[in-house]
């Protein structure tokens, strides 16, 4: 299926799903809603005011989800939290594209040593544990954001390598690919313009489906203390912060925890939908 093709059959499939569209208008608010309402909002996610701590939720003072124990608006520490957890999203596919995608083609196309070198280096880094390499990393390195997205993107491309691996090893095998060896195309010419548009289809579908997953990495890093650091917040550090107040102050734990849970349900919504439209025994 080639690029444009699939592109249009998502347009005229996603009509008939409406479950794929709600997620997408969900994602797309989500995102307006965790850019522009802090702007909107009088309070400031890093703001300390102790005379505040712990207010359950308010109209009258634009605490919509409470403080916290430093008297921080939660509303506006929620939204700043999604920021990153959309963030994590975006990078995530993009490492995902750009390395995944890349290596998977190189390591199909050329086969014999080159694929078998390539695929051997994969399985190492698959048996590396993710919790040891990124404490590994927070050691060497000072703890930081973009730290996290390292991380991260250092073992999210592996799943998109052996899927992009396996369809070029069928890909390079059509007439087209052939046809383009015999009159002297160059085989990173072919890699790129050849293989790399016919695997548009497999890798949205995927590369969505791998989104939560990229979600809760970051999220279980900064759960446990890896991840954002304060006074920064990611949706991870508002539910490890409301776990501890669950008691007294239970929505310190409701509002981001509903917020990651929406979120997750969106991205497998989303990529449950896509998979559903490329599936050619449910297109017949």
């Known amino acids: 299926m080639s690029g444009r093709a699939a592109l249009l059959l998502f347009a005229n499939a996603a009509r008939s799903n409406r479950v794929l569209v709600a997620s997408v208008v969900t994602i797309m608010l989500l995102a307006v809603v965790a850019i522009v309402g802090p702007l909107l909002s009088p309070h ?153 548009p016919n695997l548009l289809g497999t890798v949205i579908v995927y590369v969505t489906l791998t989104i939560p997953q990229a979600i809760l990495m970051e999220s279980f890093l900064s759960f446990l203390g890896l991840g954002v650091q304060e006074p920064d917040a990611s949706l991870g550090t508002l539910v490890n912060a409301g776990a501890g107040h669950m008691e007294q102050a239970s929505w310190m734990l409701l509002a981001p925890a509903t917020l990651l849970a929406l979120i997750l349900f969106c991205f497998n919504f989303l990529g449950d939908g896509l998979r559903d439209l490329t599936d050619p025994r449910k297109q017949k």
Do not use: C
């Open 44 to 196: 400031s996610h890093i703001t300390t005011n102790l005379d505040a701590r712990l207010l359950a939720p308010t109209l009258s003072s634009w605490h919509l989800f409470g403080t916290d124990d430093l008297g921080r608006d939660l509303f506006v520490r929620t939204l700043a939290g999604a920021q990153v957890t959309l963030l994590v999203a975006i990078v995530a596919s993009a490492v995902s594209l750009l390395i995944g995608v890349t290596y998977g083609a190189v390591a199909g196309f050329f086969g014999g040593a080159v694929d078998a070198v390539m695929m051997r280096l994969v399985d190492v880094l698959y048996a590396l544990p993710f919790t040891f390499f990124v404490i590994l990393l927070m050691v060497v390195f000072e703890r930081s954001l973009l730290l996290v997205f390292i991380a991260i993107g250092a073992v999210n491309w592996l799943d998109m390598a052996r899927i992009v691996r396996g369809q070029t090893l069928s890909l390079k095998e059509r007439e087209f690919v052939q046809a383009a060896r015999l009159i002297g195309v160059s085989r990173l010419a072919i890699v790129l313009r050849h293989i790399t």
